[in-house]
């Protein structure tokens, strides 16, 4: 089984020391990036929760550890190089959020933290969130002290000299200094800063007792000098009588302990990020209109990043000076050059669910599946389409549909409603609605797409407006062999489209030209046409008109049969691969499945069940489907959903797998080289399935493979990794490969690396010469050899 599709931006990433790498947390799992090429080298695996919180510890290049917590209720110790857990403890209660104070501030103080390392997480004990503290070093249980209680999970935030404690509580926040040797039962001081508005995120300066905020506005506020009467040791009288005679502490509220606060405004909605440079002379903004903004402290001034295209989450600073990235809230992870402010590199995440799927009776936020090229096509935000690989889980590119800047406060006048692509993912159609604004206007737009063989993207062929006349399209249908597609209508009539192809001339140069054209147009008893699909050699064109299915001849627009009857109407149709047999799905009140026979024009069998999803195999009779279950049977079968797979010869499940967040999920066979690529417990799986849930998280599977093994994929891409030589190899070159049939080793010439000092030391130590020599070369390395002279 292959899991893929996870959300990249549930919680902050973090850099490796060297910064080479980038940790995300992705569901269960802690996914390793490369931050030079953006690809995913290697995972933490063993939460069995979503994991919350990863810190790396500092160290040296070459060390990679790193602490996770998870909502499992454990906190784990990793050497993420190999990777390894090294330790586990288990708190016993969900773990929301984890900080790390011994890790931060000057090499001096970290020494004196080291002897034992307390950590503070936001645990849950059953009633409330609460803030406690552990010690990672010798771990008992969880302290008794708590230093907060709160309704909701809030995030903790580490000042970056390790000193100071944060979170936002609604219009609150509240800071705690902590002791300089951690003990259980050392207490922390804490102040509290006050705001008009609720407080959506905060942070430190890293040298200055200096905290910034922002809030659901869009308002920044700046508070200098915080904890000056409660946080600092006074050793004199006159330092109190200077602070309680008080001075005018300029936009401070409710005698709050800081000498000052400033507040900044530019960001037109909710402010979600907020970063100090490490020198502290900059502060980096973002929020939900998709900008990020570099304030200059000192004067004011500010820089932009603008069209990011998402609200901002994160903003993390890399080891390198010249490399940071940002968090967006669709799943994306990009590198940013500093201080140019550009975008070098994206980790694409697939993209979320759409907010507006009940904007409109025709929407469908239905996945498209190329299962020949292994892609997946979703609906985005920004009114285009993102292509997902299942396999390398990363995004390929994206089709901007009809332009749009993303601006939160901006209503949405454009969905796109509908995607569909061709057997063989060449061409796709679209369907994209202009809303009407107080009940006036609306467009229904019908476009084909084209897919360039060398650039391998979309691009539009043919836009038609108004297909149906004011009637929504309810579905696309492609012909599995000819460049032929049929779309269908709640207005009670469908019509097939035929590509042509041509030239054009224009000042005396040939161009080609395709373009789409109406070819027919059908209707039956002026009914709602819901669904259409092709046989599977494109014979046949079967479009549900209600409750019943009509059959045609889609090249003459001959109706030649009408089948059956269902009790509420048809909302999908598909036949069973090469087979006989005609799949429909009805929705309403009595949910059905019904399996029909083309030879005998009637039903062969059916269940009463609610189906989000149909999928036939594409050499077989075989199909998949996807069934809601009831409440009452969720906790019986671990899921809110149940896939099936069936023979259409037979009504008898030929198996059965239990899945969750099935609402809103989808289904499809992969076929050709993909399979092939698929390797089950030593074999070739011939077959794979696919599922994608309702926040389009996905698993790829065996459906026949009842044991469950383990799926992998052989790739046949480049390399992750860069490659080069370590450890041995880097001093005395390969080694030669002998061949113990043969009497005689051939000479194999091999050569040491030119730089043998950069990857000397790199590598698993059981492959490292002895130190002795190992010394003795580094040096000699770093020498310049020149040849003695006669005099």
């Known amino acids: 089984m292959i899991k893929g599709g996870q959300n990249y931006v549930s919680s902050p990433p973090a850099f490796s020391n060297d910064g080479n790498r980038v940790l995300v947390c992705t569901g269960n799992t802690v996914s390793i990036f490369s931050s030079s090429t953006g690809l995913q080298v290697s995972s933490l695996e063993g939460h069995t929760a979503p994991v919350t919180s990863v810190v790396v510890v500092p160290a040296t290049d070459i060390l990679c550890y790193c602490w996770t917590s998870s909502f499992d209720g454990t906190v784990r110790y990793w050497d993420f190089s190999v990777p390894e857990t090294v330790k586990k403890l288990d708190l016993g209660m969900p773990i929301f959020s984890m900080v790390i104070p011994s890790f931060l501030g000057s090499p001096e103080e970290n020494n004196a933290k080291t002897a034992n390392v307390f950590a503070y997480v936001s645990v849950h004990d059953g009633k409330a969130w609460q803030i406690r503290k552990c010690s990672l070093t010798n771990y008992r249980k969880v302290g008794k002290l708590v230093l907060k209680e709160t309704e909701r999970p809030e995030p903790l935030i580490i000042s970056p000299s390790g000193k100071f404690l944060g ?10 200094k902590l002791p300089r040797v951690e003990s259980d039962v050392a207490v922390a001081k804490k102040i509290t800063l006050h705001h008009t508005k609720t407080i959506t995120v905060l942070a430190f300066h890293p040298t200055e007792r200096t905290v910034a905020a922002g809030d659901v506005t869009g308002r920044m506020l700046i508070w200098r000098g915080f904890g000056t009467q409660k946080f600092l040791d006074h050793s004199g009288s006159n330092n109190r009588i200077s602070m309680n005679d008080g001075e005018d502490k300029h936009g401070v509220r409710q005698n709050d302990d800081a000498e000052s606060c400033s507040v900044w405004h530019w960001h037109s909605a909710g402010v979600c ?19 990020l903004v570099l304030w200059q402290l000192d004067s004011g001034k500010k820089k932009f990043l603008p069209r990011i295209g998402s609200p901002l989450l994160y903003f993390i600073e890399s080891p390198d000076p010249s490399l940071s990235l940002i968090s967006c809230a669709d799943n994306q992870i990009h590198m940013l050059k500093t201080p140019s402010m550009e975008i070098i590199k994206s980790i694409s995440g697939i993209k979320p669910p759409l907010s507006y799927q009940e904007i409109c009776e025709s929407f469908s936020g239905k996945a498209a599946f190329d299962c020949t090229s292994g892609l997946v096509a979703v609906q985005t935000e920004n009114y285009g389409i993102q292509f997902y690989s299942l ?9 901007q549909v009809c332009e749009r800047n993303h601006q939160p406060a901006d209503e949405v006048t454009v969905a796109v409603t509908l995607v569909e692509l061709s057997v063989d993912g060449s061409i796709m159609g679209t369907v994209e609605i202009k809303l009407p604004e107080e009940g006036v206007g609306g467009l229904v737009s019908l476009k084909f797409w084209d897919l360039d063989s060398d650039t391998k993207r979309f691009s539009v062929s043919t836009v038609i407006y108004e297909p ?13 062999t000819h460049r032929m597609a049929v779309s269908s209508s709640y207005g009670g009539d469908f019509k097939i489209w035929v590509c042509k192809e041509g030239d054009i001339q224009q000042k005396g140069q040939a161009l080609q030209n395709s373009g789409w054209m109406c070819h027919a147009v059908g209707s039956y008893k002026n009914k709602a046409m819901r669904a259409a699909t092709f046989s599977a050699d494109g014979s046949v064109l079967a479009v549900a008109a209600d409750t019943v299915i009509t059959l045609w001849d889609p090249d003459k627009n001959v109706l030649m049969a009408v089948v059956g009857e269902t009790p509420t109407p048809i909302v999908s149709l598909a036949f069973a691969g090469k087979s006989e047999y005609l799949l429909s799905v009805s929705h309403g009140l009595k949910p059905r499945l019904s399996v029909w026979s083309m030879s005998k024009l009637a039903m062969a069998w059916s269940y009463r069940l609610q189906i989000e999803a149909v999928s036939p195999a594409i050499d077989s009779s075989y199909f998949a489907i996807l069934a809601l279950l009831p409440e009452s049977n969720e906790r019986a079968f671990k899921g809110n959903g149940i896939i099936l797979l069936f023979n259409a010869t037979d009504p008898v499940p030929v198996a059965s797998m239990s899945v969750t967040k099935a609402k809103g999920g989808g289904l499809a066979f992969l076929k050709g080289d993909l399979s092939e690529r698929a390797v089950i417990d030593g074999k070739t799986s011939q077959t794979l399935l696919v599922y994608i849930n309702g926040d389009r998280e996905y698993v790829i599977f065996d459906p026949y493979d009842k044991e469950g093994h383990e799926l992998s994929i052989i790739r046949q891409d480049v390399p992750l990794e860069e490659t080069g030589q370590f450890g041995y190899s880097s001093i005395y070159g390969e080694l030669p490969k002998f061949d113990l049939q043969k009497d005689k080793t051939a000479s194999v010439i091999s050569t040491a690396s030119e730089r043998p000092w950069e990857t000397i030391f790199t590598g698993s130590t059981h492959m490292l010469p002895p130190l002795t020599k190992l010394c003795s070369v580094f040096l000699e390395s770093l020498l310049e050899k020149r040849t003695a002279l006669a005099e």
């Open 167 to 176: 979170i936002k509580h609604k219009r609150k926040l509240h800071i705690w």
């Open 273 to 291: 990020l907020l970063s100090f440079s490490p020198d502290g002379a900059y502060l980096y903004s973002g929020g939900t209109e998709g900008v």
């Open 391 to 399: 396999l390398a889980n990363r995004g390929v590119y994206e089709v």
């Open 468 to 480: 149906h006349r004011d009637a929504h399209i309810s579905a696309i249908a492609f012909h599995p």
